[in-house]
């Protein structure tokens, strides 16, 4: 029994659907996540012919991403609650993945260009090429979590001065400075949602966010990041060298931009939620059937009660992250009754969930577990790293206790 049991409601198509990503995810997702994971040079993993664009390819013929149009007969209810569960499965066939895959269309910046009402924004994009690659570029190499933090006394303190500063210059703003490594999607991202700080005496709280084509005179990328975990998602490090936008294209500005902040982060939080729980429930998977087939003192090893109690700790930890993230995010993605700290206690639970899980799946995996023959050690590197990308969970935990 997994928790899409408990969704007692879904009709027939969207079991349909369901089942067709959580195939996707399986014969697709997960082969090529592992095969990306053993590449020790990370430029590899985005090269002509790396097969990260097979992957991305097959994911546009699934056109998953038509379910956030409003060109379907659900309502914003069912759109979220199926959106939710589609994440799951993305998660739970290869965390990197489940990010690298929906930066097509532009991801996050899509929703900042429909938001402009600029035609040139809404028409390249808006969404409907996918050929375009978002990125959220936000952390800098100064500074990371504390650029999230925006209840906390540092966030308007005019003395922390910022990495990547805007200046307003006529009808266009310079954009100069650098975003740290961590900007996912950066090495193979066409567009940016730029997080920035705008040039003045406010600190962070006197920022700005802007869609920034990132084939504009001035802008330069470093290499793709060689980290532990979620190896199959592309980070890297962007250049602002004197960078000109026109001023429209800064669709939130210091007077909004706390406000826009807190959204980005509300839904960012929920998205890694659910997303996490899959990666949980995927290890929980692969630890329950292991242990139905390693025979150790004449007997599965499922027949031992010690791991009889594992196995059933790590799947009420499993279903209570997914049935929490779940409701979190359909709250804060199709309700006006979402909060902060509802998506915050979701990510933190969801991704110490995935850590706690995976690491104790590689335990019942024994000595196996240690071996990169299996795939049990990749998901707790994953899981790891989910607990400080997108705000480590501790910075993230005070500001959401602000919140309450």
């Known amino acids: 029994m997994s928790s899409l049991d408990y969704e007692i409601e879904l009709g027939e198509t969207e079991r349909a659907m369901v089942d067709t990503v959580h195939r996707f995810a399986e014969e697709v997702m997960r082969p090529v996540g592992q095969e990306l994971d053993r590449m020790q040079d990370p430029q590899k993993t985005i090269d002509e012919g790396s097969i990260v664009w097979d992957a991305m390819a097959k994911y546009r013929e699934l056109a998953i991403d038509t379910l956030s149009t409003g060109d379907t007969d659900m309502t914003p209810i069912e759109r979220a609650r199926l959106s939710a569960i589609i994440s799951e499965e993305l998660g739970w066939g290869d965390a990197g993945l489940a990010l690298t895959l929906t930066t097509q269309g532009g991801g996050l910046v899509s929703w900042l260009a429909n938001m402009s009402g600029h035609e040139e ?21 100064d500074h990371g979590s504390d ?14 001065r910022a990495n990547c500063i805007a200046t307003k210059d006529g009808d266009e703003y310079v954009i100069r400075g650098q975003k740290s490594s961590w900007v996912s999607a950066a090495p193979i991202a066409t567009v940016m949602a730029l997080y920035c700080t705008i040039e003045g005496d406010r600190g962070f709280e006197g920022g700005g966010v802007a869609v920034v084509p990132l084939d504009l005179p001035g802008i330069s990328k470093g290499k793709p990041l060689n980290k532990i975990g979620q190896r199959s998602m592309p980070q890297g490090e962007v250049f602002f060298d004197e960078v000109r936008i026109p001023a429209d294209y800064m669709i939130f ?19 890694m939620s659910v997303t996490f729980s899959g990666v949980a429930r995927s290890a929980f998977d692969l630890a329950n059937q292991y242990a139905k087939e390693r025979v150790q003192g004449g007997k599965p090893i499922c027949e031992h009660q010690s791991v009889k109690l594992r196995l059933f700790d790590m799947y009420r930890k499993v279903e209570t992250a997914s049935n929490f ?21 979701a990510k933190t639970y969801a991704t110490r969930v995935a850590f706690d ?16 023959e299996y795939p049990i050690e990749k998901i707790m590197r994953d899981a790891r790293a989910s607990m400080i990308e997108d705000g480590c969970n501790e910075v993230l935990s005070i500001v959401g206790a602000e919140d309450l």
């Not at 924004?121 to 190499?141: D, K, M, Q, V, Y």
């Not at 650029?147 to 922390?160: C, E, I, K, R, S």
């Not at 409701?327 to 998506?343: C, E, F, M, P, W």
Request: charged letters at 20%.
């Open 253 to 271: 500005d210091q007077e909004t931009y706390k406000t826009a902040l807190q959204g980005t982060l509300t839904m960012a939080n929920s998205w």
């Open 325 to 345: 993230a779940r409701k979190v995010s359909i709250l804060n993605s199709a309700t006006d009754k979402g909060k902060l700290h509802y998506a915050i206690a």
């Open 357 to 372: 899980v995976s690491s104790e799946a590689l335990g019942i995996f024994g000595g196996n577990g240690l071996s990169k």
């Open 147 to 160: 650029t999230l933090a925006m209840n906390q006394p540092h966030f308007n303190d005019p003395g922390v």
């Open 121 to 141: 924004l809404i028409r390249r994009f808006g969404g409907s090429n996918p050929e375009e690659i978002g990125c959220w570029a936000i952390t800098e190499p």
